[in-house]
C-alpha cells in the first residue's frame, strides 16, 4: 500500500520534536534484537534493510513526499493532525523545511545483511545529520521497527530449519555432496501471510537458505532489491502440483487414472507433485502406486506424493498405535519402498529409488520436522526421502516480540554537547535496559561484542557500515553475497 510516508507514524511521534530539550542538534538511535523468547535459538540472521531503504527511505518517501507539491504535502498533513489532535496542536514549519530539503538528512548503518547477530547487538544505527532535523531520527520507528523484524524473523527461521536439514543430511546420507538440502524446505506460506507486503519480506528472508519456493512474488523481490538475476543464478524454483480441486474434478472413481494421466501424457518427464489424500491416501499408496509403479519407473524424472493431513510424523514415519503390519503402522516412507526400493547412502541408510518421493506441508513445524528426520533415521531411512512444505503455520506464528526487536536513543547533542542516554528500568527483567552513549559492533573468535560509550572515532570503526546517507543508498548487496554469508555460518 503506498502512502505518504510522512503519515506512517503512530501519533505520539508528532509532536515529539518540540518535546525533546531546547537547543537538541542530533539523536542517535539503534534497531536491536533485544531478546530470543524460542527456547530452540537465541541467535537471528539480519536481513531487510536494504529493501527497506530502497522501498521506504528512497522510493517511497520521493513519490510521496519529496515529489509532490508542498502545497499539497502541508494541506495533508495539517488536516490529519489538526481532525485527530486538535486544530494547531501541531506545528507543521518543521515539515516544510524538510521538503525543501529535498532528501532526508539521515545517516543509517547496518551490519552485513546475513549477519548470525546475538541478542543485544545493534544491528543497525540511525541519526541526522543537519541539526534542524534532530526530530527525525526517531520519528521513523514505527515505520522502520513495522517493516525490519518480519523478514529478519523469517530468515532466522529458515536458517534453523536449514540447519536441521544439513545434520540429518551428514548423519544418514554423506559428509558431502548434500545439495539436495536447498530444495528440502520449500516455501508453501503465502496464502497465509498478513498481505502481499508480509508475503513477500517473509519468503525473501526463506530464500537465503532454500531454493524451493512457490511464492512467485519472492523472486521479483529479489529482483527488484537484491540485484538478483533468475536468467544468470538461481533465486527460487518449484515444480508442476496438482491441488485438490484438480483431483476432485478428476472423480474419486477415476483418481488413479487421474495420477496416471498426470505421470503418462501431462509430465511424461521430469518432477511433479501429485496431492494423494483427497479421498484415501493410504489407498494412494498400496494401490495406485503397486500398478502404476512400472510407468513410474519408467519416467525420466520423479513422482512426488503429497500427503495434505493428518499427523505430518505419523503419516511419513507411521503411527506405533496403528495395527501391527498395517499402511498407517509401518508410514508412508516405508510402504514406497516396499513397492520401489532404492539404494543405500554412504551413511549406510535407505534412500527411496530417485523416480519416487514425498513432500509433506501441512502445519509443518521445526519440532515436527526434527521428529520427522529423527523417525526416519531411527527407521534406517535417510533425511533425502522428504521434502517439507514450511508455510503460515512457522512464518506467522511470530512477532515483533519473538526476538525482541526495539529502536532506542543512546545518544543526543544539545547546544553542542553531547549526551550519553539509556534506559533500564527498575519494573522490569533487564531486558529493556539499553546500551548508551555511541555504539559500535566489533567482531572476535567468529562472535558479535557491541562497544558502547564510544567516541566518535570509535563509533567510526567496526562492523556497523553505512548503508543510507542524505538520500542515498551506500554499500549495496547482492542475494548471492548474503547466501555466501549465511552458508559460511552453517559449519559454525
Known amino acids: 500500500m503506498k502512502m505518504n510516508p510522512l503519515m506512517l507514524i503512530d501519533f505520539y511521534k508528532a509532536d515529539h520534536r518540540r518535546q525533546y530539550p531546547e537547543g537538541t542538534e542530533m539523536v542517535y538511535s539503534n534497531f536491536t534484537?533485544?531478546?530470543?523468547?524460542?527456547?530452540?535459538?537465541?541467535?537471528?540472521?539480519?536481513?531487510g534493510l536494504q529493501y527497506f531503504i530502497k522501498e521506504y527511505m528512497i522510493k517511497q518517501w520521493d513519490e510521496g513526499f519529496f515529489n509532490v507539491p508542498k502545497e499539497k504535502v502541508m494541506k495533508d498533513y495539517r488536516r490529519r493532525m489538526d481532525n485527530a489532535l486538535g486544530k494547531d496542536s501541531i506545528p507543521v514549519e518543521h515539515i516544510a523545511e524538510l521538503h525543501d530539503l529535498g532528501y532526508l538528512p539521515l545517516i543509517i548503518k547496518g551490519l552485513p545483511e546475513g549477519t548470525i547477530v546475538s541478542p543485544r547487538i545493534p544491528v543497525l544505527t540511525v541519526y541526522n545529520t543537519q541539526p534542524k532535523f534532530f526530530w527525525l531520527t526517531n520519528y521513523l520507528e514505527s515505520l522502520m521497527s513495522a517493516i525490519l523484524w518480519k523478514p529478519s524473523t523469517s530468515a532466522t527461521t529458515a536458517f534453523q530449519y536449514r540447519k536441521t536439514f544439513n545434520r540429518f543430511a551428514k548423519?544418514?546420507?554423506?559428509?558431502?555432496?548434500i545439495d539436495f538440502v536447498y530444495w528440502q524446505g520449500h516455501d508453501f506460506s503465502f496464502r497465509g501471510m498478513s498481505g502481499i507486503e508480509d508475503a513477500c519480506i517473509s519468503a525473501a528472508g526463506h530464500l537465503l537458505s532454500f531454493y524451493g519456493t512457490d511464492t512467485v512474488p519472492a523472486i521479483d523481490f529479489m529482483e527488484m532489491y537484491y540485484n538478483a538475476d533468475s536468467d544468470t543464478e538461481l533465486i527460487g524454483g518449484s515444480v508442476p502440483a496438482t491441488e485438490h480441486s484438480v483431483m476432485c474434478m478428476g472423480t474419486k472413481d477415476s483418481e488413479i487414472a487421474t495420477f496416471e494421466?498426470?505421470?503418462?501424457?501431462?509430465?511424461?518427464?521430469?518432477?511433479?507433485?501429485?496431492?494423494?489424500?483427497?479421498?484415501?491416501?493410504?489407498?494412494?499408496i498400496t494401490e495406485y502406486l503397486p500398478a502404476l509403479r512400472s510407468k513410474i519407473l519408467q519416467r525420466e524424472g520423479k513422482v512426488v506424493i503429497r500427503p495434505d493431513s493428518g499427523d505430518p510424523v505419523k503419516i511419513i514415519i507411521g503411527d506405533k498405535d496403528a495395527a501391527p503390519g498395517s499402511p498407517e503402522y509401518k508410514g508412508a516412507i516405508e510402504c514406497m519402498w516396499e513397492v520401489f526400493g532404492g539404494t543405500m547412502t554412504e551413511k549406510g541408510y535407505r534412500l527411496l529409488d530417485p523416480h519416487i518421493g514425498l513432500i509433506y506441508g501441512d502445519s509443518i513445524t521445526m519440532q515436527r520436522q526434527k521428529d520427522i528426520l529423527n523417525g526416519l533415521k531411527e527407521k534406517g531411512f535417510s533425511s533425502f526421502n522428504v521434502v517439507l512444505g514450511i508455510g503460515s503455520y512457522t512464518y506467522e506464528y511470530v512477532t515483533r516480540d519473538t526476538y525482541g526487536f526495539a529502536m532506542k536513543a543512546t545518544y543526543g547533542q544539545v547546544n553542542g554537547e553531547g549526551r550519553n542516554i539509556f534506559k533500564d528500568p527498575k519494573t522490569d527483567d533487564g531486558t529493556k535496559k539499553s546500551a548508551k552513549g555511541l555504539l559500535a559492533v566489533y567482531e572476535s573468535n567468529g562472535s558479535l561484542s557491541l562497544k558502547d560509550e564510544c567516541s566518535w572515532e570509535e563509533e567510526g570503526t567496526g562492523l556497523l557500515q553505512v548503508v543510507f546517507e542524505n538520500g542515498k543508498l551506500k554499500n549495496e548487496q547482492s542475494l548471492a553475497e548474503i547466501r555466501t554469508r549465511i552458508n559460511a555460518q552453517l559449519e559454525k
Do not use: C, M
Not at 33 to 47: G, T
Not at 264 to 283: A, C, E, H, R
Open 33 to 47: 534484537p533485544r531478546k530470543s523468547r524460542l527456547a530452540e535459538n537465541e541467535n537471528l540472521v539480519f536481513f
Open 171 to 177: 548423519e544418514t546420507v554423506s559428509d558431502t555432496g
Open 261 to 284: 494421466r498426470l505421470i503418462t501424457q501431462l509430465y511424461p518427464s521430469g518432477i511433479v507433485s501429485i496431492v494423494s489424500d483427497t479421498w484415501d491416501f493410504w489407498k494412494v
